[in-house]
Every structure is written in C-alpha cells, then in structure tokens.
C-alpha cells in the first residue's frame, strides 16, 4: 500500500475519531491495560486539553487533528493544531516570525504537530504498528499539502523521536536539534546508589540541599490514583496560576483541565506536595510513562531552601527508581538541573517552510545551531557530577 492510496482527513475534535480507535494508534502497547509510553498522546490527556478549554477558541491552538484511512480504517494520526502564535510550544521559532513577518510575509498561522504546552519527547506520528512506514508517510505527505494548499508559511513537528526526525528529513523536512536535561537510572537500588555515581564534592552538596529541603518544617507527600482528592488540585492550581503568571504572563492549562485531571489522569500522575501546619506550601507535577517519569509543572506559597529541588528533581529520582523507570524528563531549559544528577540529552523537532529563500535561510542557521548544539552538550556533560568513569559508560 502506498501513501497515495491512503485518505488523509482533518478532524475537528477527539471526539468524532473515539478513544478506541485513538489509541489504537497512539498507545497500541497499552492495549491490555499496562502503561502507554507516552501519556501525553493518548486520547485522555488530549482531550482533557481539548474538554478543559486549554485549547481551541481564543487559545491560539485550534486542533485539526490529522488522520489517515485505508480501506475505511484509520491507520494513523497526528496531534495537528493551527497556531496563531508561537506561545506553549518550547521550540522557539519567534526569530523566524518576526524576521519573515518584517519581509512582508504572515508567518501566522502555521500549523504544529505538537502536544500542547508540553516538551516532552515523543512519537508524534502515531500508526497502528503493522501500518508504521506508510501510515508515516502519509500522514507527513498530508500535513505537507495542507500546508501548500492553504497557502501557510509553515509546517512543524515538535519533540518528535530521533527516529522520527531522520524519516523526516528523508521526505523533505529539516532537523532541527536542541537539547534537555534528563537524568537516566543506571539500575539503581535507591538515591544512596545513585550519589556513589557522583564526585565527591556533589554527593555532598547534594546530601546538603536535601536535608535543608526536607527540614523546611513539613511533610512531604507522594499522591498518585485514588490517593488524589479535589482538595489536591485546589491547592496545586494556587501554585500553578502563580508560576504561570510569573512564567508566561497567564496560566497555559485551565482550571477544569484539573478536575478532569482527577477523573481521567489520576492513575498517569503523581502530585508531590509539601505539607506544613496543615496547608500545602508546594508541589510538583509529574507524569508516569511506561519508562519514564516526566516532571511538568512547580509552583508553591512558601519559600524554603531548596525544596524546590527536592520536590522537582530529588523526589522524581526517588519515583524513577521506586518504580524501574529508566529516565526522568525535568522539562525545559534549566542548567541547574546538571548539578543534580540531569545530563544534557538532545531533543528533535522537523520544519518545513513553504517560502524557499525563507527556507534556505533557516536551513544554514539550522546547521550553525546543530553544532553549537553538540558543543553545548559535549561542554555541559564535561562540567556534570558523575565520575568521569560514569559519564564515558552513560556516553
């Protein structure tokens, strides 16, 4: 079967593709009720953006949800949305917008293959697996003719895999590399094993930060499933409006994506939350793949020494090797995140600029940045806590 002979459809709302048929392509391993691998492209957590308002009307993200059928069947889909901003994305093409828009083009809008307000890696072209090649191919073909046939400046696919990149490129996108600080479970029996991978000197500051942290006069909880309560989010949804405003100037997520959350996310979360003289000071959002825990969101009432490090980075290392996960994503940016244990990984994004000259323009700064990428890499893991034995096995 060829891509040709495939029916690409723009799909307006979750809803008129169905869960079933969803997950069938984005979480086909979690068919039998285990984990998907990435809970961000499941139909639950998509929908919650889409049910809570945290997309669609007046948000800058309107969901055209790609999907592709044979025979009648779908095979394949894409979290597409049309983008009338470059808010909430992580991959920051602003430079591109306001360089293309002072030549006389409109950058806006653009459509992004992306999950919303979220850089975390995954797949973003999601096929049933015995559909993988061609289900791909079309899909990428499709939102490529969308794109010329609407006359849009541009395509993107942001946090997509490695693999996914290279197949890309190989279809006439460009790679674009930047890179996240993760940290990697070595088969660690607890947080001990993991600080004897450290030098000396960081053990120790670690050591120091997390007894400062953890004796900020509280309790420190991990809530995942049934053991969360709506009084959980009304405490949380205070830390995140205040990090959002100070972040992105207004909270990206909703408030009902939180009560939503409870109903439907609650067993792909856990919430760390501190807890003193009875109210809750702080907390850190995290969401379990089937491999990896990823670190979402922080925020907090009260200032205390270190606890955000212990809530974010220190306890998601404690989850992680509780639960034989083997990495941990913190999320964007944050050179701090190295002295603690988060070496620099490398992530991927595919772009397509409908402007020849504009692309041919992009295309070189595309390649500068590569190497300075790997650059950075190289210089930041040198600078890293792990023994030097450690960094050159975990290279």
């Known amino acids: 079967m ?18 079933a048929e969803w997950d069938a392509c984005a979480c086909p391993e979690a068919a039998d009720g285990g984990r998907p691998d990435d809970p961000f492209t499941t139909y639950r957590f998509l929908s919650a953006l889409e049910q809570s308002g945290s997309v669609g009307r007046g948000t800058g993200w309107q969901p055209q949800y790609l999907a592709a059928y044979a025979g009648g069947q779908l095979i394949a889909v894409a979290p597409m949305y049309a983008k009338s901003h470059s808010q909430g994305e992580y991959i920051f093409d602003h430079n591109w917008a306001h360089a293309y828009e002072q030549a006389g083009g409109r950058y806006y809008p653009k459509l992004q293959i992306a999950v919303p307000h979220t850089p975390a890696t995954g797949r973003r072209f999601l096929t049933r697996p015995e559909f993988h090649e061609t289900g791909l191919a079309a899909l990428v073909q499709g939102a490529l003719q969308l794109t010329e046939n609407n006359a849009l400046s541009s395509l993107h696919v942001t946090f997509c895999t490695e693999a996914e990149a290279q197949i890309g490129r190989d279809l006439g996108l460009m790679i674009r ?6 940290w990697r479970n070595e088969n ?11 030098s000396s000197r960081k053990r120790k500051n670690i050591r120091k930060e997390r007894a400062q ?34 972040k992105w100037g207004s909270p990206y997520l909703t408030r009902e994506f939180f009560n939503i959350a409870q109903d439907t996310l609650r067993d792909d979360i856990v919430l760390v939350l501190a807890e003193r003289d009875g109210n809750w000071v702080a907390g850190a959002l995290n969401f379990i793949g089937a491999d990896t825990l990823y670190g979402r969101y922080w ?17 998601a290392i404690d989850i992680a090797i509780d639960q034989g996960l083997a990495t941990v994503e913190a999320g964007a940016q944050g050179e701090h995140k190295l002295a603690r244990g988060y070496l620099p990984t490398p992530t991927w994004s595919l772009h397509w600029l409908r402007d020849e000259g504009f692309s041919r323009a992009v295309a070189e700064y595309l390649n500068a940045e590569s190497a300075a990428v790997d650059h950075e890499i190289e210089v930041l893991t040198e600078y890293g806590p792990f023994k030097r034995a450690q960094i050159e096995e975990q290279e």
Not at 3 to 16: F, G, H, K, V
Not at 177 to 182: A, R, S
Not at 299 to 314: A, M, N, Q, R, T
């Open 299 to 315: 925020g907090c009432s009260e200032h205390h020494p270190f606890l955000h490090f212990e809530l974010c980075y220190y306890q």
């Open 213 to 246: 942290a953890q004796g900020f006069g509280g309790t420190i909880h991990r809530l995942t499933g049934d053991q969360l309560l709506p009084e959980h989010w009304d405490a949380f949804w205070r830390f995140y409006q205040d990090t959002g405003m100070r």
């Open 177 to 182: 590399k930047n890179q996240q600080f993760h």
């Open 2 to 19: 060829s891509a040709q002979e495939i029916e690409i459809r723009i799909i307006p709302t979750l809803s008129d593709i169905g869960q």
């Open 188 to 198: 660690y029996n607890d947080f001990d094993g993991f600080l004897g991978d450290l």
